[in-house]
């Protein structure tokens, strides 16, 4: 008889099997996936997808040219355009920090680009901005992430309304899209996994939606982290080798970063509040003496943009509320206190004047005519 640990082992394969299939790969018996030119892209690990770049294999962190992995002779079939008829329309998406932007996000990016295949791949820069871990606003932001990688410069989105991956996914259901598969670092696998299919059917309906590795991971914990504190130092060496040689604007970003953290020097910051993970010592003795993160406060999730109220603080993570009443898990490395669940705040006279869009635009933000108009193409009856 078969252990139940070997049951749900053999169970996630067969899903990690089935999303393959979906994407049109085709295995080899041992868990590789090739794609339709007989290249090596993915394979199953503890029951998940692993996706790999042109060239990469398991276990290994640099590209071996040499080692493509074995030829399979194929006959691939023609593909089918998407349509409501064949299942409706997929889509792939990237949704992350990127504050700022490094060259380790092109492997991300590309990863993503392996799981779309020939369906849309839309990739969002988050819209939070702060001294300490979001230096840069979103719009210089999302010009600096169009020039560093010009190869996904038309799938990078730059849209004011996307401030949350709730956000992002109830746009994909109103888009007409049936499928969706979110892309994000291994770290944060279980995290994104558990939140966007736990709400799959009420904040929003998709016939499926997966959520896959696309690298070790999230880069935004990491080399951003280094980035930032190399702005602080003022070390503009340590900061340029974030960034691929072929951007040219590294000491106008550099400078941006700067200025945006709004301090000259590391002494004038505690440096867990920019790289909480490299200085974490110092973060959980804060939050053990109660000092930070306290229960009835307002957080934020940096990593899906979702503001809650702490309504529980375990160990190292807290329990948070939103103001929907959905409930969501943060590690405390993860989230930054806010004042409000919003920063929607009113705007000068002569954006306010009657019949502008602008005034328009301000009281449908203002009323969350977004949520609304979303709630009613939910529910409305399908022709």
């Not at 799981?115 to 871990?133: C, H, T």
């Not at 499928?179 to 558990?194: H, K, N, P, W």
């Not at 939140?195 to 939606?209: E, P, R, T």
Request: proline share 5%.
């Amino acid at each position: 008889m078969k252990r139940f640990n070997q049951f749900l082992s053999e169970a996630q394969a067969s899903l990690a099997s089935q999303r393959a299939k979906k994407m049109g790969l085709r295995g080899d018996g041992h868990g590789g996936w090739y794609n339709a030119s007989g290249e090596f892209v993915a394979k199953t690990e503890a029951g998940d997808l692993k996706f790999y770049t042109k060239g990469q294999r398991p276990g290994k962190d640099v590209p071996n040219p040499a080692n493509k992995g074995p030829k399979i002779e194929r006959n691939p079939e023609p593909s089918i355009p998407e349509t409501e008829e064949n299942g409706g329309a997929k889509l792939t998406i990237v949704f992350g920090r990127f504050n700022p932007p490094t060259k380790e996000h092109k492997q991300l990016f590309v990863s993503a680009r392996t799981v779309a295949g020939n369906s849309d791949l839309k990739i969002y820069p988050s819209r939070v901005q702060d001294s300490e871990r979001n230096p840069l606003k979103p719009d210089p932001k999302i010009a600096y992430m169009k020039k560093m990688f010009p190869d996904f410069k038309e799938n990078i989105i730059n849209d004011e309304k996307m401030i949350t991956i709730f956000d992002v996914l109830q746009a994909a259901e109103n888009d007409g899209y049936s499928e969706v598969t979110i892309v994000v670092g291994s770290d944060r696998l279980a995290e994104f996994r558990s939140l966007a299919q736990k709400h799959n059917g009420s904040v929003y309906n998709f016939n499926d939606i997966t959520v896959v590795a696309g690298g070790e991971k999230d880069s935004d914990t990491e080399l951003a982290s280094k980035m930032r504190q190399a702005a602080i130092e003022d070390n503009i060496n340590a900061f340029r080798s974030g960034v691929p040689p072929s951007f040219k604007d590294i000491e106008k970003l550099f400078k941006d970063v700067q200025s945006g953290m709004k301090v000259k020097t590391k002494e004038e910051i505690e440096l867990w509040k920019i790289s909480p993970k490299s200085h974490y010592a110092s973060l959980r003795e804060k939050y053990v003496d109660g000092n930070i993160f306290k229960t009835g406060t307002i957080v934020e999730n940096l990593n899906t943009g979702l503001r809650g109220k702490i309504i529980r603080r375990g160990t190292n993570y807290l329990i948070c509320e939103t103001q929907d009443n959905l409930m969501f898990k943060s590690w405390i490395t993860d989230v930054m206190e806010r004042k409000s669940f919003t920063d929607v705040c009113g705007v000068t006279a002569d954006k306010r004047e009657v019949g502008t869009p602008s005034l328009t635009q301000y009281t449908m933000k203002m009323s969350d005519m977004y949520t609304i108009r979303n709630f009613i193409n939910k529910y409305k009856a399908k022709k």
